[in-house]
């Protein structure tokens, strides 16, 4: 399977979903600004166990659309390497786009998506395992900025969002069950609790 080479622009997003990631066909790059020095410890614990497929890259000086330089240039860098390649800029500049336009007329394959569930290579595939699904929710939940879901409710309308209204609500249901077999979080009376 070709390389997927994923271009995060940490100064203009931050992405959840970075367990969808997980796999060996994805390579991703977070491009982080001079003035960010710290990454969140829920960001950091669920890109950790993915080891050298995930990179980052601080800029050492700031300027007018300095990362997205260093974003162009790694795109050119990589695509040189490996003609193959598939490219994905997570951002929500629109400015990328008529530098994708010209990278797709020179055979080189782009996307820009604003989150990494967009990425149409992170779809949801029917042949996940029951364990597969539960790694992908705890890395979601891992990575979460917002508050995690409080109630049973919300958890499985978190689940099903994230496995893009694909799952029957039996399936939901067994992703909660193993969550909580597995200890990441305890329901009590409609009620969820999280130890992630």
């Known amino acids: ?25 994805f390579k991703t790059i977070i491009f982080i600004g001079v003035t960010q020095n710290k ?51 997570i951002s929500k500049d629109t400015g990328y786009d008529p530098l994708i336009t010209h990278l797709k007329s020179e055979g080189i394959l782009v996307t820009r998506s604003d989150d990494i569930d967009k990425i149409p290579q992170t779809k949801f595939r029917g042949g996940k395992t029951l364990k597969d699904r539960i790694d992908m929710v705890v890395s979601a939940l891992r990575a ?17 969002n994230l496995f893009l209204n694909q799952l029957t609500g039996v399936e939901i249901e067994l992703v909660i069950n193993g969550l909580t077999d597995r200890g990441f979080v305890c329901v009590t009376d409609n009620k969820v609790a999280y130890t992630l």
Do not use: W
Not at 41 to 50: E, G, H, V, Y
Not at 144 to 160: D, G, V, W
């Open 1 to 25: 399977m070709r390389t997927n080479y994923v271009m995060v622009n940490f100064e203009n997003v931050r992405p959840e979903y970075y367990g969808l990631l997980d796999h060996d066909h």
């Open 144 to 160: 979460t900025e917002e508050a995690k879901p409080r109630t049973k409710q919300k958890l499985s309308s978190m689940i099903n």
């Open 39 to 89: 990454v969140r410890l829920s960001m950091a614990s669920c890109l950790q166990p993915m080891g050298e497929k995930i990179r980052y890259v601080q800029l050492s000086a700031s300027g007018p659309n300095a990362l997205d330089f260093h974003i162009a240039f790694y795109i050119g860098k990589l695509s040189a390497m490996d003609n193959e390649a598939l490219f994905h800029i």
